[in-house]
């Protein structure tokens, strides 16, 4: 599986960020109504956690 490193946007004034060397992508799963579970990854390594779905991340299918 490869996943390209796209950066994300603020939610607060729109800006990009974090391109080519950030993942930064969205999971089905919400936590809340206004928190979606997420997947960062970076060269040193990933995580999981939570984050406001006011962030632009992206959203890839992936049939598994």
């Not at 946007?9 to 729109?14: A, L, T």
């Not at 960020?17 to 040193?44: C, E, I, K, P």
Request: aromatic residues 18%; proline residues 3%; contains cysteine.
């Amino acid at each position: 599986l490869l996943l390209p490193a796209p950066g994300y946007r603020y939610f607060s004034d729109g800006q990009m960020g974090g391109q080519t060397s950030d993942g930064n992508y969205w999971s089905w799963q919400a936590a809340s109504t206004t928190d979606a579970r997420r997947l960062l990854f970076y060269s040193s390594g990933y995580y999981t956690n939570t984050g406001l779905v006011g962030y632009g991340l992206s959203l890839r299918c992936i049939k598994i």
